[in-house]
């Protein structure tokens, strides 16, 4: 018997659907590039070479072959894994040494035990989140400002490694540079994405500065050069509200009661006024995970199949190039 990874009912092993939802089932150790059946052990097809069941997706003809698209069509994951996906990601900062001397040097050690922290020193950027997972903030700025610019872009690492993390367990691999570099497309390409990211990264910074400095300002730069309805701006907003919710619930365990009020005095001391400009943006609502993560795989896979176009491909290597160069 075979279960179905929609649904979860059995099936005869010999049925090519499942009886009770319709989902395909996709043979084992059959090459998706030239149908060949292979022995269970091979790892690269005995007719054409080509990588099947790989440990890690190594090109891009792998990414987008029929297998995959496949799997990302049928995608589906429950509350329970969807939670201890994020418990996995979360883990590293469970045992960390979060020290420092000023709540600068604090905020700065927590992002650090996720990804590499660098400081910049040119450009007008307070900060960015880069293709060598790296974050760059400016350390010519207030402490402050460098304290709410590192919560944001390690917001948008953390969305990135979500979405890493997720694809990693559709296709049942370890990650890869290849891997990457399509969440990096997905990630940059798709508009509502884009917008969704933007207010994700503002509402987790957001909740740990004081009231009234909160700055949704990359968000509505976005949303005013897009002609957009209200429907969709609030949609992009409740989407990466939900994803926030989700951050800040972890991030809340190390940037704790003692840390923000920290946070709050070093405001003080730098004499930066509130301006209650952006506060009005927030949002309580979210989408449940069961819808969120329904629509993230559903643009994932429309996201994929323009992907693994040819015009396309030109871009999708230089990301790749630049996630290994770096």
């Known amino acids: 018997m075979q279960s179905c990874d929609v649904c979860g009912t059995l099936n005869l092993k010999e049925n090519n659907y499942c009886t009770h939802c319709g989902n395909k089932f996709i043979a084992e150790h059959i090459c998706p590039f030239c149908g060949e059946v292979n022995p269970d052990v091979a790892n690269y097809c005995i007719k054409c070479k080509k990588q099947i069941n790989p440990i890690t997706i190594d090109d891009f003809d792998t990414l987008f072959s029929e297998y995959n698209e496949n799997l990302l069509k049928n995608a589906n994951i429950s509350d329970e894994e ?91 691999v370890k990650t890869s540079t290849t891997l990457q570099s399509f969440v990096w497309f997905f990630m940059t390409y798709d508009d509502f994405f884009k917008v969704m990211s933007e207010y994700c990264a503002h509402t987790v910074e957001g909740r740990f500065i004081p009231y009234g400095y909160q700055n949704y300002g990359s968000f509505n730069s976005l949303i005013n050069n897009m002609e957009l309805d209200e429907g969709s701006k609030k949609d992009m907003a409740v989407f990466g509200n939900s ?82 160069i770096l």
């Open 82 to 172: 969807y939670n201890r996906i994020l418990a996995h990601i979360f883990a590293r900062a469970k045992y960390a040494n979060i020290y420092g001397n000023t709540p600068k040097e604090r905020i700065l050690k927590l992002a650090s035990v996720f990804t590499e922290c660098k400081p910049k020193s040119r450009g007008y950027e307070f900060g960015y989140f880069f293709l060598d997972n790296c974050i760059y903030y400016d350390d010519r700025l207030d402490d402050s400002v460098q304290i709410a610019t590192i919560i944001h872009e390690l917001a948008h690492y953390l969305l990135f490694s979500i979405i890493e993390e997720l694809l990693c367990n559709v296709f049942k």
């Open 243 to 324: 994803f926030a919710n989700e951050i800040i619930v972890y991030l809340e365990k190390y940037i704790d009661v003692d840390l923000r009020e920290e946070i709050k005095l070093q405001y003080k001391k730098d004499l930066r006024p509130p301006s209650n400009e952006s506060i009005m943006l927030e949002t309580n609502e979210c989408f449940s995970l069961s819808v969120k993560n329904r629509v993230l795989f559903k643009s994932l896979l429309d996201i994929l199949k323009i992907a693994s176009r040819e015009e396309v491909r030109e871009e999708l290597e230089n990301i790749k190039n630049g996630v290994e």
